[in-house]
């Protein structure tokens, strides 16, 4: 019995520590070190072995021996959820130029869902967050590593606003980006932990400290402002505990992203001059006109179906006839990246059926909010909030990238009430 105990022990060790590895590699390692760490190869390398990790994790996971190992577990309170995968799948096969670089962007973004489905359900919410809380602070010393000690990582020089901190991310927006999402995460956390009457350490508040100078330095506005309001939601939450109301974030999710591009879109242009008028900038950083031509364009082309999953920027063809909508002499005719608006970016990828189904998948999991626990309610607030307000004006998902996986773990962790009885003591399904 002993050694039974003894080896559970190391093989939860084990899950463990590699879990919190491809947190920290998600998160954006090794990022702008690449170039110190030997290069492309290396990037690659661990780009592509932590999917392997995260599938290892998972078979290693499912079973004790070989014969219990689970190639694919799936289960009934996901169905919304593999519905969802299966769709995008199967428009993305349908619509590409480019089936075999589609397909391996399809097997990844499966691990990365599957990974984020695994957790939730291998993990309460405290566990989750604490492993997100170990491997964010591998990443604040990357990045305060990359100012102290490797400024050529850390710094990079643009044009209009001169010598920038971006840490190990390609821009100083995805440091502020990261950052605001390990504030909001840490500040769940401790929530949590002050819920079970736990005192924090002074790693715990230095690291907090550390996340908000460096995204400070950042000065990413909207993941400030992003993160300000979902850390005081977080407070309020936990002040109110059980007697909070409860955001239904699929509807809102939904309501708010669409509503918010109604705006944009209509409202915005009327009064547009009474803003200029203050020395307000009515097109959002040049982002209106952008998503006015993205949605003419999208009218009249794929609309049902998207050009595929992450590949509507990949293909030059399409490229070229959404930059031909923008006059000769605007910049937007050599834009090659990013809608700055996730429903857009949905659109352009996956059409307005994708969109539908990942609506109906949001609403589904979150529709019984009311019988999650108060930390699995503290947790999917802590993500969705986030994602929610940033995802307006900015791209948020990607096959394999660290909001991807949260997004997932989110939905799965939003099914557990699933696993436990109704007051009527029936499986609720």
Known sequence: MANDSNDQRSKNYFIEYFTILCIFCRLGFPGNYTRILGGENIRILLDYGISLLQMVIMLFASGDTLSEIKLLDLKRKYRWIYVMLAVITVISLMVTDNRGKQMTIIIRFMITALFGLWMAD??????????????????????????????SVGYYVDDGYGYIFRGIYMQKNGLGAEMGAALCLQTAFACLKRLDQERMSRIFILSYFAEIFLMLVSQSTSSMISAII????????FRKNENVYRIQWGISYTSISVGFLFASSVILPIVAPFLESLGK?????????????????????????GYGLLQFWENPEALKALQRMFSSNSWYRTM?????????????????????????????????????????????????????MEGVTDRMYTNVGYATCFLFICLGVACKWQNRKTRYGTNAF
């Open 230 to 237: 979902t850390c005081l939601y977080l407070i309020y939450v």
């Open 281 to 305: 900038d009515a097109t959002l950083s040049n982002r209106t006109p952008m998503w006015k031509n993205v949605i003419n364009f999208m009218q009249k082309s794929h609309t049902m179906t």
């Open 336 to 388: 090659d990246y990013g809608a700055h608006n996730v429903i857009l970016e949905m659109w352009l990828d996956i059409g307005l059926v994708g969109i539908a189904v990942f609506f109906l998948t949001m609403i589904s999991c979150f529709h019984r909010v009311k019988e999650q626990t108060i930390q699995e309610y503290i947790l999917c607030s802590a993500i969705m909030l986030p994602q929610l």
């Open 122 to 151: 291998y993990y309460n919410a405290k566990r989750i967050l604490e492993i997100f809380y170990y491997a964010q602070i591998g990443i604040i010393i990357a990045n305060l590593a990359s100012l102290l000690l490797f400024s």
